[in-house]
């Protein structure tokens, strides 16, 4: 007894130092700071040596503004029920229950007993934390596990002569006492087999618990009744026949099969029909190209013939008569399926090549959905509607748009009560091997970030597969967080059906040339356990490819359906029927209703304690209401903001920093100074109102776009607004808008009227915060697809944002935002301007005819006008406080609102005024960025139509440069003041 008594002693002591016991050693810790004798005498001595600074660390670090919960150092009721799940009792309580339960147990034999207890503890959360190093996970057999020291039971002083002897585990998986050999079988059945769990991480008692519970015990193990097990192998069947048919019909051709990976069908088939069952209504998948036709055919329900039409060239979809479209494997579909009496609606997301970027959409669309649910965008139901996202292993690993995508999954605003990730795990990327595409254990290690439970599963056992995808889906649906189902698998063609992978994988394509299929391997399993005999099984695959033969034979006659993108929520909206001409929308409210409003947003409690300067501004947003004029940027979009929201448009605003507003313009919560809560005026207009949602997002610019874009996707009726800091950031989400904003319309046949602001002006701020890139935009647009917008009057603002809801047809909107501009004097606008008859101008006039009495001039009459300066945006108000010096009352300011559409018949309109003028593009940016490059055919287009003299306009701004502005002030003033003598030189 001595010898092992000794054992377990070390085995303590080194057991202290192993980052894998952490949870628990914290447990214990928090038991001694309240009660030193509490804990066995082992556990005391450690503690004792830890000192008292490192026993009150966790208590001291919780700062008082950030609201942490308090530490204590009583356990919980939460943290004994998990000391109890994950570890047993201390040593000196388990030798008193051992005792209790064996009375006539020696003083030394119960310590002894208690000490084999404690160690077998630890060996069971031993196998929690790292049994999955030893599961059979890899169905090509190329990965042999390596036995792992902390799962080998002679690290914790067993021998062979201890497998058959009970050893109390107080109702640890399930049993009071069990034999070492008892123990092990479980833990190995559990966590070791095709099925391995990374779940350790997850914090919370409860999450860890039910996962525990939900997996573990002596009766536990993957089982399916005969239908169940049927259903399985009836879609393995329809994955592998699909491939096949194209396979052998067109044989090279780019299909980015399931071949390997067909496990995957009925793993989505079980999160439906559960998922269902739990309550979903509506499920929202986002996928890469890999088994996408197959997914849309056999869980989606797109016709086969309708897919065989595309393989022949057609367009499935009815888009031959509007857009470019796009490959088959980029399209999206949806559809009901029914399970047990439950209907969830289906939708997959189209998506470009850009592996990831399609998560966050598809996140964002989750979002609007869920709002919508609820009835008032205020709240939202996520136990109705979820996001489930199918990922590559490499691109899993290597995009940051899915750490991006993590990190808003329990954001306020942003959450959307846990996707369930599915990795489909080829182990490989393209040509790229695991140990060159990633430095962590697993593909899935980012999603440790929030903690998510994943769930390692062998491809190649289909009921391990659905088994996993059950019980992720009842955790999403329980606990409302992210989960990650990684089914590892392999390609059975390569990476697109028309590359050799054995140039650069020869080893994997052996094995994978030697290996029966999925479907074969289940099917003989099947017939071995007498669920079906072979000629059944054959006859399922004989049967579903006549199917199939028949679907290819039909699609050669396969009638184009009607587009279906305008209709569910999109119902009523149509494409524009002008395409050229203002299509503005009623965009004009009535005075009473804007001062009204502008009245209740800057009305406050008695009870909020606001800040001195918060107050001195809205008491001068009161002034401006009062009067009617003066209305400057913030209380112009306020003003938007609060009519659309009081007619029944929701208001989506995110951004970093856009609550306060990167230039503190918009002030659209009152923080109390005192508790740090939020007060939104905008939110306590009427009682009917819709809501106002405004969000500081986390610092990324990719995902929070994407999410915001997939929102506007679901939500036509919402005006959903994306902030960039300052516009150079949205570089980083710029596979966002090349994929997604400027073109998803003519591909996907997919509306949105996301509104894009970027801070854009050149104020001697350096290269990252003068320019949003205008030029980039510009050389997107064509065919109608977006409207780019330099606004320079707070009242065209608040028009631009109105139309974007106020008309029967929705577009992107990108606008250069001001800075300098948002409290400039002269940027100023009137209740008028808002008024009835007010609208939207693509082009405004200069202010020194159009509101003289800003002006110490007097511009000659139209046929007197020597120069016209076209410009945009804040070099306006520099032109003009410039002629204001020089008197120059021969040269005419006019203003380009909006670069496109381009407004032609309004440059027509105003040129003809001036037709013997010369013309001038001034503009602040460099020549070849900025406007220039975009618009000067264009206005040569007009010129020419309506017989001007001069037909080319003359270029004044900044020469040709590779940084977009100078951070040298003085450098800067001489580059401005040289636009402005070269815009009025004789």
């Not at 989400?733 to 003519?746: C, G, H, K, L, P």
Request: hydrophobic residues 35%.
């Amino acid at each position: 007894m001595t010898e092992r008594s000794d054992q377990n002693q070390n085995l303590l002591d080194t057991l202290f130092l192993d980052g894998g016991n952490a949870a628990y050693l914290e447990q214990m810790q928090a038991q001694y700071a309240a009660d030193p004798s509490s804990v066995d005498p082992s556990f005391r001595a450690y503690f004792a040596s830890l000192g008292e600074d490192q026993a009150n660390a966790r208590k001291n670090a919780d700062g008082p503004s950030w609201k942490r919960p308090a530490y204590t150092s009583d356990p919980t009721p939460e943290l004994t029920s998990a000391l109890t799940g994950d570890w047993g009792d201390t040593p000196s309580v388990v030798e008193t229950k051992v005792k209790a339960a064996n009375p006539n147990l020696s003083n030394a034999d119960a310590k002894q007993a208690a000490k084999d207890s404690l160690a077998a503890l630890m060996m069971i959360r031993a196998y929690r934390v790292r049994g999955h190093l030893i599961a059979n996970l890899d169905p090509l057999g190329l990965k042999v596990p390596d036995v792992h020291p902390e799962l080998d039971p002679k690290t914790y002083g067993f021998e062979a002569a201890d497998m058959d002897r009970e050893i109390f585990i107080d109702g640890v998986l399930g049993l009071e006492y069990a034999t070492l050999g008892t123990i092990l079988e479980i833990l190995k059945r559990t966590y070791c087999e095709t099925l391995g769990v990374q779940f350790m991480q997850v914090s919370d008692p409860e999450e860890k618990a039910w996962i525990q519970e939900r997996l573990e015990g002596p009766e536990k193990e993957i089982s399916f009744s005969k239908e169940g097990r049927l259903a399985i192998l009836q879609k393995l069947v329809e994955g592998e026949t699909f491939e096949q048919l194209i396979h052998k019909r067109y044989p090279g051709t780019k299909r980015f099969g399931i071949d390997g990976a067909e496990s995957l069908l009925p793993a989505l088939e079980q999160i439906i029909k559960r998922g269902g069952q739990l309550g979903l209504k509506d499920i929202n998948f986002g996928m890469p190209h890999r088994g996408r036709l197959n997914v849309m055919a056999s869980v989606m329900q797109k016709p086969y013939s309708a897919i065989f039409y595309e393989f022949l060239g057609g367009v499935a979809s009815g888009g031959e008569d509007f857009g470019s479209g796009d490959v088959k494997y980029h399209l999206g579909v949806s559809d009901d399926r029914e399970f047990d009496g439950n209907k969830v609606h289906l939708s997959l997301a189209p998506n470009p090549s850009h592996l990831e970027v399609v998560a966050p959409v598809v996140m964002g669309k989750t979002r609007a959905k869920q709002q919508m649910a609820s009835g008032t965008y205020q709240s939202h139901k996520p136990e109705e509607v979820m996001a489930v996202i199918l990922h590559g292993d490499s691109a899993f690993a290597g995009q940051g748009v899915v750490m991006e995508s993590f990190q808003l999954s329990q954001l306020v605003g942003y959450r959307t009560g846990g996707t369930i990730h599915v990795i489909v795990n080829n182990q490989i990327g393209f040509t790229t091997t695991p140990d060159e595409y990633r430095s962590g254990q697993y593909c899935s290690d980012v999603a440790f970030m929030v903690e998510a439970p994943v769930f390692h599963v062998n491809g190649d056992d289909p009921e391990a597969v659905v088994f996993a995808a059950r019980v992720a889906t009842e955790y999403r649906q329980k606990f409302g967080k992210d989960v990650v189902l990684d089914i590892i698998c392999y390609r059975r063609y390569g990476h697109n059906e028309g590359d050799d992978p054995s140039f650069t994988q020869p080893l994997m394509y052996q094995a994978i040339d030697n290996r029966p299929t999925t479907r074969k391997i289940y099917a003989d399993r099947l017939i071995a356990q007498g669920d079906l005999t072979e000629a059944e099984a054959q006859k399922r695959m004989d049967d579903f490819y006549a199917k199939l033969d028949k679907d290819f034979e039909d699609a050669k006659s396969y009638t184009t359906k009607q587009p279906d993108w305008l209709k569910g929520v999109w119902q009523g909206m149509a494409l524009p029927t002008e395409k050229d001409g203002k299509r503005g929308g009623n965009t004009a409210v009535e005075i009473a209703r804007l001062k009204d409003i502008g009245t209740s947003i800057t009305r406050t409690p008695n009870s909020l304690n606001m800040h001195r300067t918060l107050k001195r501004i809205i008491k001068a947003r009161a002034d401006k209401i009062a009067r009617g004029a003066d209305i400057d940027w913030g209380l112009a979009e306020h003003l938007a903001f609060g009519t659309l929201i009081t007619e029944g448009h929701p208001v989506r605003l995110s951004g970093q920093d856009s609550e306060r507003g990167t230039f503190s313009q918009r002030q659209s919560n009152f923080i109390d100074q005192k508790t740090e809560e939020k007060y939104t005026p905008l939110n306590k207009i009427s009682p009917d109102q819709e809501y106002y949602q405004v969000l500081n997002s986390h610092l990324s610019e990719e995902a929070v776009l994407g999410f915001e874009y997939g929102f506007s996707a679901a939500a036509p009726e919402a005006l959903t607004i994306w902030e960039a800091q300052f516009g150079d950031f949205a570089n980083g989400a710029q596979v966002m808008v090349d994929q997604f904003i400027s073109s998803a319309e003519q591909k996907w046949l997919r509306m949105s009227g996301l509104v894009m602001l970027l801070p854009h002006g050149y104020e001697g701020q350096g290269p990252e915060h003068s320019s949003a890139r205008l030029e980039r935009y510009l050389q997107m647009c064509a065919e109608d697809n977006m409207q780019v917008t330099n606004i320079s009057t707070p009242a065209n603002y608040f028009h631009a944002l109105r139309r974007q809801v106020k008309r029967k047809f929705r577009k992107p909107l990108i606008n250069m935002s001001p800075k300098s501009l948002l409290r400039h004097k002269l940027c100023v606008s009137t209740f008028e301007e808002m008024g009835p008859g007010s609208e939207f101008h693509r082009l405004l006039w200069d202010d020194a005819h159009y509101k003289p009495e800003v002006s110490q001039i007097k511009l000659a009459a139209d046929s007197k006008i020597k120069r016209v300066i076209l410009c945009s945006g804040k070099v306006y108000y520099d032109l003009f406080e410039e002629r204001e010096k020089n008197g120059r009352n021969d040269i005419y300011l006019l203003r380009v609102e909006q670069f496109y559409p381009y407004p032609d018949d309004a440059m027509q309109l105003e040129l003809k005024r001036f037709k013997n003028a010369d013309i001038v593009w001034c503009q602040e940016e460099p020549k070849n960025m900025g406007a220039w490059s975009f618009i000067e055919p264009f206005i040569e287009q007009s010129l020419i139509a309506i017989g001007a003299k001069n037909t080319r306009a003359r270029y004044v701004g900044r020469a040709a440069a590779a940084s977009t502005a100078t951070g040298i002030s003085t450098k800067h003033k001489k580059e401005q003041q040289a636009i402005l003598d070269g815009a009025f030189a004789k």
